[in-house]
């Protein structure tokens, strides 16, 4: 049996780590995955390259069985649905299905203090979301429209995943967070219980002991050294600060560059 452990917001790292870890169970040929989450999310096109990189292991045969931690909210239960199964804790936090794009309307301010842009762009569209200004109504139908595009992504994947019908999925798809055992009500979840519930699922699932089975633990993430030098751990906690806050807000990746 192996086992991926998804651990805090989804990005382009942790998007590496788990893509190259897939590709090491899948060569090894093992049965099983059990997939332990404990994220509130991340970016669009991170969580979906794990998505269908999950996909495609269960094609080559390898069965999958999702454990959601302490949290597994947005892009951890885009993730989550690509399994065979999920088993939650019943006081999990998941759900908070959904994707959000905020900016920042600073043009009040900026007045205040005294300070212009000076913009020179090439379309209408080039500085949409620009601080020192509002929206259009065409910048915010534009964003609309693409936000709802990503948000019909997100209910597509959970229905199919969940065997759910869409508007099923929409009835509760509307941002709003909910415990494991409300989860299991919904059908977001087959079975309520910890990472070890889930590793035993996994073994019968495999036709393996559960009583001997250990999982191998594939794609640890590297140890962090920043603590040990002066003036980057600051910058390491403001990095981790920062994609604590794009992990809650599930921003599309096109839309965000480190």
């Known amino acids: 049996m192996a086992r991926i452990a998804i651990e805090g917001p989804i990005a382009g790292g942790c998007r590496k780590r788990v893509l190259k870890a897939l590709r090491q169970i899948e060569k090894r040929r093992f049965p099983v995955l059990l997939l332990r989450i404990d994220s509130p999310g991340g970016t669009v096109g991170d969580s979906q390259e794990i998505h269908a990189a999950l996909l495609r292991l269960r094609q080559k045969g390898c069965q999958v069985v999702a454990s959601f931690g302490n949290i597994s909210a947005s892009g951890g239960v885009y993730i989550g649905v690509a399994a065979d199964r999920i088993v939650a804790n019943a006081g999990t936090i998941t759900g908070s299905i959904g994707v959000i794009l905020r900016g920042n309307n600073l043009s009040g301010l900026l007045e205040r203090i005294g ?144």
């Open 115 to 258: 300070i212009r842009f000076e913009t020179i762009k090439s379309g209408p569209f080039k500085d949409i979301l620009a601080p020192d200004r509002a929206l259009s109504a065409e910048e915010r139908a534009l964003l609309q429209a693409l936000i709802d595009s990503s948000y019909g992504q997100f209910v597509e994947a959970v229905a199919t995943g969940r065997g759910l019908a869409p508007e099923v999925v929409r009835a509760f798809a509307d941002g709003r967070v909910f415990t494991g055992a409300q989860a299991l009500d919904l059908g977001l979840v087959d079975a309520l219980g910890d990472e070890d519930t889930a590793r035993r699922l996994a073994a019968e699932l495999a036709g393996l002991d559960p009583e001997k089975i250990q999982p191998i633990t594939f794609g640890d993430p590297p140890k962090r050294l920043a603590g040990l030098i002066p003036g980057r751990a600051m910058l390491s906690s403001l990095k981790a600060l920062w994609q604590q806050e794009l992990g809650w807000n599930g921003l599309p990746l096109w839309l965000y560059r480190p």
